[in-house]
């Protein structure tokens, strides 16, 4: 059964730090690896979305790149900003159904 | 514009009432599906649909029963059953396939 584990569960940076989350998962057999965001009592936005056959995708300051081989996928944020505070889930499709880690809480101060 | 609504957005339940949330897509998807998120933790699969009149169990799906009479709705029903429904529950949909999900802005049901 495939697991999805996120490191760290909550971390702080000062504003215009450059950051990164990290995403793994247990079984590398997957469609797609998809990031999102949410923010407190909301549902999930979609970020990237990255096809199990592309290594990488970008958008704005964001850059999400995919090792399927290793089971890891990080994504890159780019001169932090406080409207980037949220909690960040990564999520992989297989063939049964996309399965969730438990997020990482993102605090950025001005 | 196309997207998922769900609704209520608040949901108060009394203990042994069935309640029923509702979600409607209109992006002309076929799967839907729904989960379950308590603090803390990760989305969890109650129920999923790939196609009308079809649908499938997910791991939490205990208490929980869904329908699939239009492609654009799946309503869920939390029965008396569910013994803690306490939760943000929240639909998502997707082209079948190997395709991202787009999800609804979800309902928040307590237990009064």
């Known amino acids: 059964k495939q697991e999805v584990t996120q490191i760290p569960a909550a971390l702080s940076v000062p504003e215009g730090e450059n950051l990164v989350l990290n995403c793994s998962f247990t079984?590398?057999?997957?469609?797609?690896l998809q990031w999102f965001r949410q923010d407190p009592g909301k549902g999930l936005t979609s970020l990237l979305l990255i096809q199990s056959s592309q290594r990488e995708q970008t958008s704005g300051r964001l850059n999400a790149s995919l090792d399927k081989s290793s089971g890891r996928s990080t994504l890159y944020i780019a001169a932090s900003q406080p409207g980037d505070s949220a909690t960040y889930l990564c999520a992989v499709r297989d063939n049964n159904d996309m399965r969730f880690g438990a997020g990482t809480r993102l605090t950025v101060k001005p | 514009d196309g997207g998922i609504t769900q609704s209520p957005k608040y949901l108060f339940r009394k203990e042994g009432q069935n309640v029923t949330l509702s979600c409607e897509q209109n992006l002309n998807h076929d799967a839907m599906y729904w989960y379950r998120q308590d603090p803390g933790q990760g989305l969890r699969l109650i129920y999923y649909s790939q196609i009308v009149n079809d649908f499938q169990k997910g791991d939490i799906a205990e208490g929980y029963s869904v329908s699939r009479e239009k492609k654009e709705s799946f309503p869920l029903t939390v029965t008396s059953a569910q013994k803690n429904p306490t939760a943000f529950y929240l639909c998502?949909?997707?082209?079948?396939?190997?395709?991202?999900?787009?999800f609804g802005s979800g309902t928040r049901l307590t237990v009064v």
């Open positions: 998502a949909s997707s082209i079948a396939g190997a395709y991202g999900y787009t």
């Open positions: 079984d590398s057999a997957i469609y797609n």
